[in-house]
Nanobody, 119 residues
Framework: QVQLVESGGGLVQAGGSLRLSCAASGRTFSSYYMAWFRQAPGKEREFVGRINWSDESTRYADFAKGRFTISGDNAKYTVYLQMNSLKPEDTAVYYC????????????WGQGTQVTVSS
């Protein structure tokens, strides 16, 4: 059974930093895409960024470029989202997700972790 478990959320002041973690288990994730999404109250879920295990290539949403960095630890099947220069509008529940390379949609999701940025 595939499990994605996020951790690291919390309350931070604007301008601060947080690092989220997503631990994946239950299958082999080599070549998988691991992504971060977020959902703010009253808004639709949006893509933050993703990493591919096979070549560690990354891709980010425009709002994340230059502030957020996704990295991974292959040995632990753990993905990280380093968030710097946080803004109040970054407040959301952050979700980790995974998909196989042949899939266009993310099949596996974590339970989410709350990030709150105070002004």
């Amino acid at each position: 059974q595939v499990q994605l478990v996020e951790s690291g959320g919390g309350l931070v002041q604007a301008g601060g930093s947080l690092r989220l973690s997503c631990a994946a288990s239950g299958r082999t994730f080599s070549s998988y895409y691991m992504a971060w999404f977020r959902q703010a109250p009253g808004k639709e879920r949006e893509f933050v960024g993703r990493i591919n295990w096979s070549d560690e290539s990354t891709r980010y949403a425009d709002f994340a470029k230059g502030r957020f960095t996704i990295s991974g630890d292959n040995a632990k099947y753990t993905v990280y989202l380093q968030m710097n220069s946080l803004k109040p509008e970054d407040t959301a529940v952050y979700y980790c997700a995974a998909r196989a390379p042949i899939r266009s949609q993310y099949d596996y999701w974590g339970q989410g972790t709350q990030v709150t940025v105070s002004s």
